[in-house]
């Protein structure tokens, strides 16, 4: 005798399996490891501390009236 399927259980565990495997490829393709993040921030503020290093003018001080 054949094996009774509901077919809505088997059509959403289809559509769960092909999610993940999508999620799963995603992660290998977009994902960052947390060093990585840590290392492009450290990045980040190195070259935004250079930035404020090189400004001729201090955006603090008031310019006077004339």
């Known amino acids: ?3 009774i399927i509901n077919l809505n259980k088997a059509r959403k565990r289809k ?4 999610a ?3 999620a799963a490829e995603n992660r290998l393709r977009f ?8 290392r492009e921030a450290a ?4 070259a935004q501390r ?3 290093q ?3 003018e201090s955006e603090s001080k008031p310019e006077p009236e004339a």
């Open 31 to 38: 994902g960052r490891t947390k060093a990585q993040r840590n």
């Open 15 to 18: 559509t769960r399996v092909d």
């Open 20 to 22: 993940e495997q999508k």
């Open 43 to 46: 990045e980040d503020e190195i």
């Open 54 to 56: 090189s400004r001729r």
């Open 50 to 52: 250079r930035l404020d």
């Open 1 to 3: 005798m054949a094996e």
